[in-house]
């Protein structure tokens, strides 16, 4: 018999930061503060934080792997409960990343050196501001190995499953790819595609997916008939979303959802990339808290205009479907 010398990953984390870079930003869909902190090693948020995602988020949560350890400064060990790919909003540009979650982490989400290099994460300490730096297209990052290793813009999904769908029915089906790809457990290529369908029959609900080995998708019999799925039918369009849609997707998510932990004007309002004085800033901060209602990032109306149609005296309203009206009228 031989021994047998199992290597670990071993991560830590710098507490002796004197100048803490804090920043608002969005995780999931989720307004928070973010510690940028260069000197831990991985990408953390905590249980707390990790219950207030999505549902859909929290689902693609998996254990972390086996040879993981994440130990502090003075050597104690963290406990890593799962990981999950999120999307991360800094500076309104937003970045797909693994993070880690660790149930006794003292804050919401800390920021560390694998999203910093992977994704040239800028920080400006002296202006107390962080940015994503863009690459040149002319001149893509050198990246070798695993990073090297990515997945196609587009891919048609078959079905894998022979069934009938009854007339008004749903059902989720098991689908593959049409080209060979590799998930994202094995290759640092994390991002997310749409799902859309090809045809009115059978509707394929739309969403996010991140790719894996087995996919399901829902699948939808609109008609009155009954319709079969065959083995290796074409059902949906699998794209991969670019940065904007990356963006307006984490901003539409976050001023859609319940956010639990509001944040203050002064902490969700960041005026460090503006041309004012501190003098102007001040007072714009003032505008802004003592006029909530007019200054939100929640979509919809507002009690401050109201909408009013004079109507021709002794006429009544009439509701009818909309038409167009000629030039003239």
Request: charged share 20%; proline share 8%.
């Amino acid at each position: 018999m031989h021994p047998v010398y199992l290597s670990a990953e071993i991560h830590s984390i710098n507490l002796s930061n004197t100048n803490p870079l804090i920043l608002p930003g969005i995780i999931g869909g989720r307004h928070t503060q973010i510690l940028i902190d260069s000197g831990a090693s991985l990408t953390l948020i905590n249980s707390q934080f990790f219950k207030k995602l999505p549902t859909y988020y929290q689902r693609r949560a998996r254990p972390p792997p086996p040879n993981l350890f994440l130990q502090l400064a003075d050597r104690s060990h963290l406990q890593v409960k799962c990981s999950l790919t999120l999307p991360i909003t800094i500076s309104n540009s937003t970045r797909t990343h693994t993070v880690y979650v660790v149930p006794q982490l003292w804050r919401s989400c800390i920021i560390g050196n694998d999203l910093i290099r992977k994704h040239n994460l800028q920080i400006d300490g002296g202006r107390q501001y962080a940015y994503f730096k863009k690459y040149n297209q002319n001149k893509p990052p050198r990246q070798t190995g695993k990073e090297n290793i990515s997945n196609d813009e587009e891919y048609t999904l078959l079905s894998i499953e022979r069934i009938k769908l009854p007339p008004f029915h749903a059902y989720h089906i098991r689908v593959k790819p049409n080209k060979m790809f590799k998930s994202s457990n094995e290759t640092n290529d994390e991002a997310e595609y749409e799902i859309t369908s090809i045809k009115e029959t059978p509707r394929v609900a739309n969403g996010i997916i991140t790719p894996q080995h087995d996919m399901i998708i829902q699948l939808a019999n609109l008609t009155e008939r009954t319709i079969m799925i065959h083995t290796n039918q074409p059902l949906a369009k699998m794209t991969r979303l670019n940065q904007n849609q990356l963006n307006m997707i984490q901003y539409g998510q976050s001023n859609t959802a319940n956010i639990s932990t509001e944040l203050s004007p002064e902490e969700t309002t960041n005026l460090i990339n503006t041309d004012l004085n501190e003098d102007q800033k001040i007072k714009l901060k003032q505008l802004i808290k003592k006029f909530p209602a007019v200054f939100n990032e929640q979509a919809g109306r507002t009690t401050k205009l109201q909408h009013h149609i004079n109507l021709t005296p002794g006429s009544q309203p009439y509701n009818s479907p909309p038409y167009r009206y000629a030039p003239a009228r």
